[in-house]
Structures are given as C-alpha cells and as structure tokens.
C-alpha cells in the first residue's frame, strides 16, 4: 500500500488535513457526550461525529471500524474506488471482446482485479499509464472463458425467453464466476423446467447459465410505515425541470405521496425496463439538495452524481430509508435484472448491518459522501438481507428532469 499513498499523494493532502483537523473535534463531540439520534456509528463502536460533520469523513468512519483500517485510509480507499469505476466504465466500451468484468477487494488486501479472455496485460498497459494509482494495487487475470458483453447479451436471451412464456425470472451477471444467474420462484419452477425440457426456453451453450430457485421474485419495498419523510416510501433526491423543484421516489411506490400528513402533488413516473422512479412536487415546502442521514435528522448537501457506468463492483455503498436507516455495503453487481432490463445495482449486505433493505426504505438514496449513487428499488429474492438500486443517471433520463446538485 506505500506505492498507493505515493501515487495519491498528490490528489488528497487538503482532505488529509482536514480528516487530523476534525479528528480532533471528534473527540470533543464525544467527551461531551452529545447524541445524535439513530446514529450508526454508536452501532459500530466508532466516533459519533456532530450533524455539521464532513459526509466523506463520516462515511469513512464507518467504513475504517468496518474494516479495520485508519480514517486516512478510508478515504485513500474512497479515492481509488472512484478512479476504478471510470475505469470500468472505459474497458466496458473499449474492450468488448476480451474484457469480463472489474471488482474491487477490501480484504485481506484493497486491491482491483480486472478479468479478460485472454491477453489481459497486453491490454491493460495503456490503462495503466493514465490510471498509475493502480500499478502496484491492480490484480489482471485471464481466466474468464466468456467476455462480459457475451455474459450480457446471454442474460438477456435467457430472461427473455423466459419471460415471452410469461415465467417471471429474475437475473444477474456473476462476474466472479463468469456466468449467468437466472432465478426462478418455486412457484414457477415446474413451469420453466417444462418449457426448458420442451426448447421454448432457451440457454446458451458457450456461456455458463446457474438457474436457482428462490421462494418469490423481488420484494418491492413499498409497505406503509410511520414516522419518517413519505406516507408509503422514502423520500429519494430532490430534481428539478425549468424552475419546477420537487422529490423522487420510486415508480412502483404509490402515486398519492405525502410529508408530514401534507399532500405532495404527483409529477410523472416512469417503471418499466431500466425506470423505477415517479417524483413529485411539494406545494409550501422549499426545495434542497439534501438527504437525511440518520433518524436523529443529519443531513448532508448532494454535489454530484455517478452514473451506473462509473460505479465498479466492489464499490462501498451506503443509503437511508426510513425503516432500516443508514446502512452500507460493496456493489456485487451492476447487471441485476428486473422488469426485463440488466441494469439495475446489487448491492451485498457484509459490511455488518442487520438488512440493507426493509419495508418502506423504497425510493431512499444510495450515496457516498455527497455523490448520489441512486435510488432504492427493494430486496433480491435470493437474498432479502441484500439490496437493489436503480442508478442516478436513470432518474434523470427516465423523467426529464436533472438531480440538484446545488441549492
């Protein structure tokens, strides 16, 4: 890891000055004993900072008890992450035929791995002369039998078929294993081993497709809960068409929405393929581009966005709903398909919270730091400890509308 602090030297000596600065304050804030509510750094066993707290240090906070590691190294940890998913987002359009998938591994070791068909080194060489922070961190194998775009274009061939036969499935691209994953409820499972039998379904030859049986397809997080920002879900972020401000949630949640028993006045939606997002106005209320971050009322401003292209798997996470609360975990996947489109981000439930996904948590923010990363979709239905999320970029695009990034 020398080399990796030698390499981002450059980039983060103001943000390392600020992390020892508020270090400091930290333990003044703690000594004093001052509570901020449903904090999950209390959980953790970790400094609890004060609401006027930097997000990007307060992320790193969790993140560094979670694993183990200095705050400076956290955010060391935040900085290539960043960087690795632009890289991802540049093999992913100029290497379609040998690259298969990017990650990142917190343990034992922080480390990217990048994963080809064959002549990986050959191919990273370029990659790694603009990208010189992961000369000594970059892990790059050619195991992979199949290319990420053949896993994808097979994924949906799959789901298709399926589908076309009105078989409900869900899927995933496992670019660990480089294979295809086609989920199945058991109710349905007679139904799809027949048509499989028959040829209606087909699975390809040359790419390794898993079908696993799960007890029900995704569950959609849309259940009436009390207390926090909207009569059914979660309050998403805030977006604005002309002069027109409002907030997102998410499509498949109810369209008559309130805020403290106060109508909100739907807009448009938009659920169906790669969309799962309405927004509306709110008549009497100003307009910010904030996000809560703790049941005891943080909130933190959103500065920027990160569209689904330049969010690795691996990636650390974090989001709130108004039943789980704030909650993090590591991108697993970027392909989760649901309502027939792989675009949709699976995010693994490890970094030790209870669940990343309970009723009434639907529409929330994913971020990190103050970037938004998207909205919350629901729980897969092989895992409903894990979640899913529906990338920035699509709430722009799927409503005409741009996310705030400024009051």
Request: contains cysteine.
């Amino acid at each position: 890891m020398k080399q990796m602090y030698k390499n981002l030297k450059a980039i983060v000596p103001v943000v390392l000055v600020s992390v020892l600065v508020l270090l400091g304050a930290f333990a003044v804030v703690n000594a004093q004993g001052q509570d901020d509510g449903a904090n999950p750094a209390k959980e953790l066993n970790i400094m609890v900072p004060s609401n006027d707290t930097d997000p990007l240090l307060f992320d790193a906070q969790v993140y560094a008890s979670n694993m183990n590691v200095s705050v400076e190294e956290a955010i060391l940890r935040f900085q290539l992450q960043d960087i690795a998913g632009d890289l991802d987002a540049e093999l992913t359009t100029n290497e379609t035929e040998t690259f298969a998938g990017l990650w990142i591994e917190h343990t034992p070791e922080f480390r990217v791995v990048v994963q080809f068909t064959r002549d990986g080194e050959e191919t990273m060489k370029p990659y790694l002369k603009k990208y010189p922070e992961f000369a000594d961190i970059v892990e790059v194998r050619n195991t992979a039998k199949v290319s990420l775009a053949d896993l994808q274009r097979a994924q949906a061939d799959a789901s298709h078929s399926a589908r076309a036969l009105d078989i409900p499935v869900e899927s995933d691209i496992n670019v660990f294993n480089n294979s295809v994953e086609l989920y199945v409820a058991k109710a349905n499972k007679r139904q799809f081993d027949n048509a499989l039998q028959r040829g209606n379904i087909r699975l390809p030859d040359k790419v390794k497709v898993r079908v696993i049986t799960v007890d029900a397809m995704m569950n959609l997080e849309a259940d009436i809960y009390g207390g926090l920002p909207l009569r059914t879900c979660t309050s998403g972020f805030s977006v604005k068409k002309g002069i027109t401000k409002g907030i997102t949630t998410a499509g498949h949640c109810s369209n008559t929405q309130s805020y403290n028993g106060n109508s909100l006045t739907f807009e448009s939606e938009k659920e169906t393929g790669s969309y799962d997002i309405q927004w509306h106005t709110a008549p009497g209320y100003t307009v910010s581009n904030k996000i809560r971050t703790s049941g005891g009322g943080s909130t933190r401003d959103i500065t920027a966005t990160k569209s689904r292209s330049s969010q690795a798997i691996g990636n650390y996470v974090c989001k709130y709903g108004k039943t789980s609360h704030y909650t993090c975990g590591y991108i697993s996947s970027k392909n989760f398909m649901y309502q027939g489109q792989a675009t949709y981000i699976r995010v693994d439930n490890t970094a030790g919270y209870d669940d990343l996904s309970s009723g009434g948590d639907s529409g929330g923010p994913w971020f990190l730091s103050n970037t938004a990363y998207g909205t919350h979709v629901g729980s897969p239905g092989d895992d409903p400890n894990d979640a899913v999320y529906m990338a920035v970029n699509y709430v722009e695009s799927g409503l005409d509308v741009s996310v705030m990034t400024s009051p």
